[in-house]
């Protein structure tokens, strides 16, 4: 029980009871005030809600680690993390916000009309945010275990309890100014570091411009060592394997469930280009800033830590060597630690950072608190999309269509601890990194839905036999090359998991294209439904004429 | 409700997206262009940083920003020289879907 222990707990303490509170008086806000029609949030604040959602474990504790350890390499994440909104801006979210329904399979079992297709897609929600939760939860094991300096497997148990709380009680859930709240804590936890090493290293205040000073004294270290160099191109994959990465992040970023339904919350096609815009600037924000992370932590690690005698290492060390993520062995028993004897997990170089530059105990409990922030908002996301998949789609909409409220609420409640504790399970024992973990949830949404959606947006001939075979055969195929690669060593063109993707996305197209035009077109009211989404809300396409809406309501 | 020549919603949906193919073709450039071509870009450099590694980091990312920015603006634009208002957008659009 130290100090650093008591400053870090105080400080998530006081940050729960933070979004504790503004979720209190927003609600009580809500039953006082009368309904305003219209009401909306700010594209603005929407924007920064979408990035607190969008914003992972994955994102704030794994990405900076991982693209520390593979240099150039890691780039592929950053690249696809961001340009995947361009995706969902341009060609999905205007559209299904026009379109208007509660969830993604609902989009899909009404656009298509087929009960079949909605209990796939419903299936795939869950399949993809259940991968991706196991990250969060692992993540969530990284921060908590440190914290009380146990094994990250003993905090990731204590993470499963606590995120199952929250999303199955959730008074926060789609609270948009939580979610607002959320966002400043881990964007201020994120750049506060960065800047300080920032300053500790270059003199110099502004990240984004010092770490390419950088370059060239990394560059003589990794000569010296032998080791490839930290910023060449393709040292620890092939080309094909990077390209592969970012379009799977990419189309996934555009397929993600719990990402979609943000959209659905704007009040407009108008409201959802801007929060679109708005939430890129807030997200970019943090990934403009992790390749600098990792540069200073990988340089301080090279210049502090390596070349230390054995038994001076400083305290820090032994922490993280409890939490099992961080291995010092003097191999070559010469009393000093060489680089190559330091193995640092992807998972623990944001947290571990700044106590080895040395930030003091207020900035290591800042950043431990910007990582359950970043977990938690992004868990309770994932289960509500998981439950609401579950509750809504298939038990309300095909199971049970005259389910009470009640009913429906407790199934929902139901599923989320069931699909925590199944999670945890895993994430015990986790499958891979964090952002690994996090990029197969990409793939199998690339693999899924990007197709499924794009084609029921853009292709009005697609049907419902036509997206039942895209759905299939892209999770099959994605599904199988994952495991194929990870664990029976088969790649093509060196591409590995992380891009199965871009096989998925391929055979789905094809499959959907190539049934859809073997089986019967659409009824013409759902065709005219898809030629609709091509206008804005005003503009009521219907028999093959355009009509503008200028009186409200009162024609529709 | 008033009909409107199918050509002009036509025209409409044709304009914005001649933008978007625009905007897809420069994101393609700044991202895969810049991976398929790195080794070759990796000889420039640009405020210390190899060219190929800025672009991944930091231009891709700020090109990514200021297209979604763009598009919002330019849409507006369209909208507006349509005759699309936004005030009637939101009342069309209440309770069609949840409202957090």
């Known amino acids: 029980m130290d100090t650093q222990f008591l400053v870090s707990l105080s400080i998530i ?11 209190i008086y927003n609600k009580a806000k809500e039953t006082s005030d009368f309904y305003v029609a219209g009401r909306g949030v700010p594209p603005i604040f929407n924007g920064m809600a979408i990035g607190a959602d969008w914003m992972s474990a994955a994102s704030f504790i794994g990405m900076a680690g991982t693209i520390m350890l593979l240099g150039y390499d890691g780039l ?30 609902e989009f899909i079992g009404d656009r298509y009309n087929s009960h079949p297709a909605r209990v796939i897609a419903a299936l795939c929600t869950i399949i993809i945010s259940f991968t991706y939760s196991i990250g969060q939860l692992s993540g969530s094991g990284v921060v908590i275990g440190r914290l009380f300096e146990i094994d990250a497997r003993l905090g990731t148990m204590i993470g499963v309890v606590l995120i199952a709380f929250y999303a199955a009680f959730g008074g926060m859930k789609g609270i948009t100014w939580t979610q607002v709240a959320q966002y400043s804590i881990l964007i201020i936890a994120y750049l506060i570091p960065v800047i300080f090493m920032s300053l500790q290293i270059t003199n110099n205040p502004a990240p984004w411009l010092s770490y390419g000073a950088l370059v060239g004294q990394m560059g003589e ?42 959209f659905y919350t704007v009040s407009t096609m108008k409201a959802a280009r801007w929060s679109g815009a708005w939430a890129l600037l807030f997200i970019g924000l943090l990934y403009l800033s992790a390749p600098a992370y990792a540069a200073f932590s990988r340089f301080i690690l090279m210049t502090k830590v390596a070349g230390q005698r054995i038994t001076e290492l400083p305290a820090w060390t032994t922490t993280w060597v409890d ?38 105990t207020f900035v290591i409990g800042l950043v431990a608190a910007g990582a359950m922030a970043a977990a938690l908002s992004t868990a309770g996301g994932l289960m509500i999309s998981i439950s609401s998949s579950f509750a809504h789609d298939i038990y309300y909409r095909v199971m049970r269509p005259n389910a009470t409220e009640k009913k429906r609420l407790s199934v929902a409640r139901w599923s989320i601890v069931l699909a925590t504790l199944f999670a945890g399970l895993i994430a015990l024992n986790p499958p891979g990194a964090i952002t690994q973990i996090v990029a197969w949830a990409f793939a199998l ?6 197709p499924a959606l794009v084609l029921g947006v853009w292709w009005k001939r697609s049907n419902a ?49 190539v049934v859809s035009l073997a089986t019967p077109a659409p009824s013409q009211k759902i065709q005219e439904e898809v030629m609709d989404l091509r206008y804005p809300e005003q503009m009521v396409y219907k028999d093959g004429e355009v009509w503008m809406n200028e009186d409200g309501n009162k024609s529709i | 409700m008033k009909k409107i ?96």
């Open chain 1, 323 to 360: 939490t099992g993520k961080l291995t010092v062995a003097d191999n070559n028993n010469d009393g000093i630690l060489q680089w190559s004897e330091l193995i640092i997990s992807n998972d623990i170089v944001v947290m571990a950072t700044p106590e080895i530059a040395n930030l003091g």
């Open chain 1, 221 to 262: 270290l990794d000569r010296e060592l032998g080791i490839s160099e930290y910023f060449a191109p393709f040292t620890n994959g092939t080309k094909w394997q990077f390209l592969a990465l970012m379009f799977t992040l990419m189309c996934g970023t555009a397929g993600l469930p719990h990402v979609i339904v943000r």
């Open chain 1, 76 to 105: 592929a994440y950053i690249m696809g993390w961001t340009g995947g909104y361009l995706l969902l801006t341009f060609l999905l979210a205007p559209q299904l916000r026009k379109y208007g329904r509660y969830t993604v399979p």
């Open chain 1, 445 to 450: 949404a690339t693999g899924t839905f990007f």
């Open chain 1, 13 to 23: 303490l006081a940050t729960f009871g933070l979004y504790i509170g503004i979720a």
């Open chain 2, 5 to 100: 020549d199918k050509s002009v919603a036509d025209q409409y949906f044709r304009e914005k997206n001649r933008f978007m193919i625009l905007y897809f073709v420069i994101w393609f450039i700044v991202s895969y262009g810049a991976v398929l071509f790195a080794e070759t870009l990796s000889n420039i450099t640009i405020n210390g940083f190899p060219f190929h590694y800025f672009m991944g980091a930091q231009g891709a990312v700020l090109t990514f920003i200021i297209l979604l920015f763009v598009n919002a603006k330019v849409s507006d634009r369209i909208d507006k020289k349509y005759g699309i208002d936004e005030a009637e957008n939101v009342k069309l659009s209440q309770g069609k879907t949840v409202d957090h």
């Open chain 1, 465 to 513: 036999q036509g997206v039942i075979a895209g759905l299939l055969v892209g999770l099959t195929v994605t599904l199988s090359y994952i495991f194929a690669a990870k664990y029976g060593g088969f790649t093509v063109l060196g591409i590995i998991d992380t891009g199965a993707g871009v096989f998925g996305a391929a055979a789905a197209i094809i499959a959907n294209v």
